[in-house]
């Protein structure tokens, strides 16, 4: 609880801090909500982040919302007016966009502003010894709760594996009820959502470090394997792992998957206030390290299309241009 307090009243403090020029572009809408995913997650993190730069930066005001945590939540929220912004994965935004059946009965208009991070699934293992997933067969295992895109697309990663229901146990809980059930012992395994060097919570559990517990990479080494797989979520590419997390970065030098984390919007959200927020990112770097040491101009850049799976807003598009990472 107190480092709860002690950390939002460092946000404060920083937040008070961070001042850059206001622009003068007109806008239609003076407040804005960022839903962004539950505290002490790289999502809740990057959504406060932004809702500095946004107050302290343009002519509007802003406020992150982590109630709603899962991601089609966050977009359902874009659809209804109730939120302006949401910090969303790329397989999340993907199936939204296509309108994929098993959570939508239509395409939704969603649009992006940027990417800003790399997230990958990195596993996490009691089994002492472990070399392949096929090791999993017969253990007990967590993932996100039923229709959860993330969710979804690990247990599908199982079953291309040979590990399914009928020969392993499979949880399907909340995160944080995840990591509670493999910090006690009573699941063998649990994929951890981490970002581009951001592991933000350092330890799965409160006593022991991420570095005691094996870790297992989200990839593929089979090529048949893989090619299904990408056919699903072809939202997905590959980078080094110590480019991705350094906390395991060390122990692993293997290869994982990763998809964009990006900022989306709806397609109505209004031009004039797609740039001011897009312009105000990339222009206050600085201040985005203070949160993620690791964040530069070169990683924003890099990594502010990289495999976006939404089309990007026309507000954005113009920044771009005039920066010069578009034609």
């Not at 809408?29 to 946004?54: C, D, H, Q």
Request: proline share 4%.
């Amino acid at each position: 609880m107190f480092k709860k307090t002690g950390l939002i009243f460092l946000l404060c403090l920083i937040l008070l801090s961070c001042h850059g020029k206001q622009s003068n572009v007109a806008i239609s809408k003076p407040m804005l909500t960022i839903r962004s995913s539950y505290m002490n997650t790289p999502f809740f993190l990057a959504g406060t982040v932004l809702e500095g730069i946004i107050n302290y930066n343009t002519r509007l005001l802003s406020v992150n919302e982590s109630d709603k945590t899962n991601g089609n939540e966050k977009i359902k929220s874009l659809m209804d007016g109730s939120a302006d912004l949401a910090v969303l994965s790329g397989p999340e935004g993907y199936m939204a966009y296509i309108g994929h059946p098993n959570y939508w009965s239509a395409p939704q208009n969603i649009r992006a502003l940027f990417g800003i991070f790399p997230s990958i699934y990195t596993g996490f293992s009691h089994i002492e010894k472990m070399k392949n997933i096929s090791d999993l067969v017969g253990h007990r295992i967590a993932l996100n709760t039923e229709s959860s895109v993330s969710g979804d697309l690990l247990f599908y990663f199982l079953k291309l594996n040979g590990i399914n229901t009928d020969n392993t146990k499979i949880l399907r809980v909340e995160q944080g009820e995840g990591e509670r059930l493999f910090s006690d012992g009573y699941v063998d395994f649990i994929w951890y959502n981490m970002s581009y060097k951001y592991t933000f919570a350092g330890n799965i559990s409160h006593n022991v470090p991420i570095s005691q517990y094996n870790v297992f990479p989200f990839t593929f080494k089979e090529k048949d394997k893989l090619r299904e797989f990408l056919s699903v979520y072809p939202v997905f590419y590959t980078e080094s792992i110590a480019d991705v997390a350094e906390d395991v970065g060390a122990e692993l030098e293997e290869k994982t998957f990763a998809s964009s984390t990006f900022i989306a919007c709806s397609e109505d959200m209004d031009e004039d206030t797609a740039y001011l927020i897009t312009k105000a990112w990339f222009e206050n770097i600085d201040y985005i390290k203070i949160f993620f040491p690791s964040y530069n101009e070169k990683t924003a850049r890099v990594y502010s299309q990289r495999r976006v799976p939404v089309p990007f807003h026309p507000g954005a598009i113009k920044y771009f241009k005039e920066i010069g990472i578009l034609n």
